[in-house]
Structure formats: C-alpha cells, structure tokens
C-alpha cells in the first residue's frame, strides 16, 4: 500500500493517529528521557513524533522520502525537507538522535 505524507497527516490527525501517536511516543520517551541539548533528525513520516521533542531538543528536523512529498513542517518555519536516503542534506554525525 502506498502513502503520501497528506494521507499520513490525516491519519494523525484521526482520533486512532492521535492514540498511536501517543503510544509510540511514550515508548520513545523510556529509550530518551532527557533529550535537551540534543539534535534530532527523523527519516520517513516523524513528524508527528518530531513535534513532541521539538521545544526540548536544541535542533530538529524532518527528511522526508521524495515518493511521500513535500510537507511543511512546522508552518512557520522550513524544518523539513525532501532526500533521497543515500544523499542527505547533512554532514556525518550531526545528529545526536534518528528516527
């Protein structure tokens, strides 16, 4: 089954993505209870789980797949872009924390 990141994003925004969402993100927060200072990248459709480490963390950003497209994220600010896996925008090491 194939996605896009506007069927992703309605999914999170459903009643069921909101409990998924929050499931998953629990189980995040027992591997990284403390995450200020760090900076995080996500690969594939992390923004929703980005979101809630975004105001601990010192850097985050968002690559999303080019086959989901574009989304912006958050609204006013340019923290997520399109990459291929192989080639991302980023020098080694950057990130303290992938997901």
């Known amino acids: 089954m194939a996605h896009d990141s506007n069927g992703l994003s309605e999914f999170y925004a459903s ?4 409990v998924a969402r929050r499931v998953i993100q629990r189980r ?3 591997f990284w209870p403390d995450l200020g200072g760090t900076r995080m990248l ?12 975004a105001g601990e963390a010192t ?3 968002a690559i ?3 086959q ?3 989304i912006a994220w958050p609204a006013d600010q340019g923290l997520s872009v399109l990459a291929q896996e192989d080639a991302l925008p980023f ?7 992938r997901l």
């Open 68 to 70: 989901l497209g574009a």
């Open 15 to 18: 009643d069921v993505g909101q």
């Open 59 to 61: 850097h985050t950003a």
């Open 42 to 53: 996500g690969y594939g459709f992390a923004i929703p789980y980005l979101r809630g480490f």
């Open 64 to 66: 999303l797949p080019e």
């Open 28 to 30: 995040l927060r027992e």
């Open 91 to 97: 020098p080694d090491a950057i990130f303290d924390r």
